[in-house]
């Protein structure tokens, strides 16, 4: 990272150099996947890197069970940032897999916000509703929070009992040389975030199965911690966990989506109108400075927030997608056009998934009690 970047699983701030950090983590690139991994996030390549996630792979075409496990932070908008995870949390329950996924707000309220109440609130009417309206489904889904583990008192024992545990196989030391500065807090909610990596595995839950976990390359110290203290702690026999690494979908201003700064992302929250005045306001342009510039020189697809909108997935057909590429980057396709592209698909999205919005409230409460 360069000296004024930051990059860890509570902040992300400047330039992430993916290559290098593929190298340093001990990251892989993916393989040729079979068909049934045919996802628009494997083929363009969002999804890039990966830790034996072959198991996966092996369990899907097998047709053996196995778990995916993901979190939130239950703070702030859910935005297309977020959207990310949740495309690759409904693609794997369509796989076959049992969903694990939990509500960080024991890690919310020592890191970022002690309203626990508040927590639990963002939790469901952003996070909740927009899974279920996106289209995730309660069958083979376990929804649950830090703070309340199961209403199931051998669950939720097993559980606590296992992140208590797995402190014996950690050292401060690691803590440091993983994290860097790290609180008493922090290293308290990076056990518990292991134990939610874990505990599925545990015979309470579903037993020894394979798990993976897709992550941003910034949670990637939570998979490492998870991983080194799975291999140590031989009495439980794990199968060591599986995690994928997806490129950050770039704010409105380029960089990363900050819950903190609205107008660096859309929130699958606001209205058709707001979300087309954001993109012609603050969507950085791959464009050049004059039309004439445009025409001869042609834009950067690349670092064009418009186009990389439709690449993330408002564009699924890849024809299509490959065709507004050229078309920018040869100049016959202006900045204003694309982003107008941009803004209908968008509006059309956001249309659609509010209206679901709404029989998915209803629906909430049946997540909760499954």
Known sequence: MAADSVLNPWEVKGEVEYGKLLREFGLRPLAQLPKKFDHLLFRRGIIFAQRDFERVVQAVEQKKPFVMMTGLMPSGKFH?????????????????????????DIEAYNTRNPDMAELRRVAIEEYLTNYIALGLEPKNLDF??????????????AYYRLASMLSRNATFNEFRAVYGDISPAKMASSLLQAADMLHAQLPEFEGPVPVVVPVGIDQDPHIRLARDI?????????VQLSSTYHFFQPGLKGGKMSSSDQTSYIALTDTPEDAAAKIKKYAFSGGKGTVEEHRKFGGN??????????????EPDDKKLAKVHDEYKSGRLLTSELKQVAIERVQDFLKRHQKARESAKKKAERFLSQ
């Open 144 to 157: 649950y929070f830090q703070s309340l583990r199961s209403v199931d008192g051998v669950k939720a024992s």
């Open 80 to 104: 297309f940032g977020h959207k990310l995870v949740a495309d690759q949390m409904i693609f794997y329950q369509g796989l076959g897999a049992k969903l694990y996924v939990t509500v960080a």
């Open 230 to 238: 799975a291999g140590r702690a031989k009495e439980f026999g794990f």
């Open 301 to 314: 697809p690349e670092v064009d927030v418009a186009f990389q909108l439709l690449r993330y997935g408002l």
